[in-house]
Antibody, heavy 122, light 106 residues
Framework: EVQLVESGGGLVQPGGSLRLSCAAS????????MHWVRQVTGKGLEWVSV???????HYLDSVQGRFIISRENAKNSMYLQMNSLRAGDTAVYYC????????????????WGQGTTVTVSS | IQLTQSPSSLSASVGDRVTITCRAS??????LAWYQQRPGKAPKLLIY???TLQSGVPSRFSGSGSGTDFTLTISSLQPEDFATYYC?????????FGGGTKVEIK
């Protein structure tokens, strides 16, 4: 079964750090770009970051310089190191698999995890 | 790139035809996807490349548009379709989502 499972969420004080993990199974992990998307409770979806198959990364402007995305293909896992956390980072964080055309056009995110909750509060 | 969805919410009955629009702040060709999210669940990809149905998605869902204006249509609303729908642009990073359209039971 194709599956993504996030972990690592929790309560952290402002200015603190947290590392989220995303474990993949059921597909060839190193062949896919992987994304993080977050959602504040009751609000909309917000794209956070992506890591390509070659390790190239892009970030939402508001997390650039604070968050670091990485992947460990040997462990079929992706990570999000979150530093200098703010109250505004409080959300459910989803990992998601990117789907592309045969020519590399990004189509969207076809597999999602169940999410892990991050709460930044004193 | 900003995406503006309308309406933000709507009430409809089973069997109704429902149309949701998504407008991009600049042209994005056909690099647009639509997602459905039920309460407490992760989003589900419905349509990609503006008009291509994802595998396993019922044919009552359809998408159209290119450039800056896009629509998602549900031809005959079913009970399981009551959810929130999001568009997403895939033209350039950072990727952005529309604000969502909540489809509620009338």
């Amino acid at each position: 079964e194709v599956q993504l499972v996030e972990s690592g969420g929790g309560l952290v004080q402002p200015g603190g750090s947290l590392r989220l993990s995303c474990a993949a199974s059921g597909f060839i992990f190193n062949s896919y770009d992987m994304h993080w998307v977050r959602q504040v409770t009751g609000k909309g979806l917000e794209w956070v970051s992506v890591i390509g198959t070659a390790g190239d990364a892009h970030y939402l402007d508001s997390v650039q310089g604070r968050f670091i995305i990485s992947r460990e293909n040997a462990k079929n896992s992706m990570y999000l190191q979150m530093n200098s956390l703010r109250a505004g980072d409080t959300a459910v964080y989803y990992c998601a698999r990117a789907v592309r055309s045969n020519f590399g056009v990004l189509y969207g995110m076809d597999i999602w995890g169940q999410g892990t909750t991050v709460t930044v509060s004193s | 790139i900003q995406l503006t969805q309308s309406p933000s919410s709507l009430s409809a009955s089973v069997g109704d035809r429902v149309t949701i629009t998504c407008r991009a702040s600049q042209g994005i060709s056909s690099y647009l996807a639509w997602y459905q999210q039920r309460p407490g669940k992760a989003p589900k990809l419905l349509i990609y490349a503006a008009s291509t149905l994802q595998s396993g998605v019922p044919s009552r869902f359809s998408g159209s548009g290119s450039g800056t204006d896009f629509t998602l249509t549900i031809s005959s609303l079913q009970p399981e379709d009551f959810a929130t729908y999001y568009c997403q642009q895939l033209n350039s990073y950072s990727l952005t989502f529309g604000g969502g359209t909540k489809v509620e039971i009338k």
